[in-house]
């Protein structure tokens, strides 16, 4: 089992930056694949972004190529994404997902653990 907590999120305008957090904790974190998803109120739950367990390989939603940077520390058990040049489009709860597996992917259903998410406003 791996336990999640995210932090960070909040309010910004749009072409801020935030950045959020997960720990995780449970089996060894550096054997998980890991990565953002996130739901906007009445959407799908998508991948964003997500990260090989060494670190040294990424995958992102075409919508946030350029914008947001995943990374972590195994040493602190914690993944990271930061969001760069936000659009009131990027508006969701942001959940951090761990996979057994070290094979990256971005289909949000393969991801075998989720946390509970934060919220990311993006104003207008």
């Known amino acids: 089992q791996v336990q999640l907590v995210e932090s960070g999120g909040g309010l910004v305008q749009a072409g801020g930056s935030l950045s959020v957090s997960c720990v995780a904790s449970?089996?060894?974190?550096?054997?998980?694949?890991m990565g953002w998803l996130r739901q906007a109120p009445g959407k799908e739950r998508e991948f964003v972004a997500g990260i090989n367990w060494s670190g040294d390989r990424a995958y992102y939603a075409d919508s946030v190529k350029g914008r947001f940077t995943i990374s972590r520390d195994n040493a602190k058990n914690t993944v990271y994404l930061q969001m760069d040049s936000l659009k009131p489009e990027d508006t969701a709860v942001y959940s951090c997902a761990a996979r057994d597996s070290r094979i990256l992917t971005m289909i949000p259903e393969r991801y075998n653990y989720w946390g509970q998410g934060t919220q990311v406003t993006v104003s207008s």
């Open positions: 449970g089996r060894t974190f550096n054997m998980n694949t």
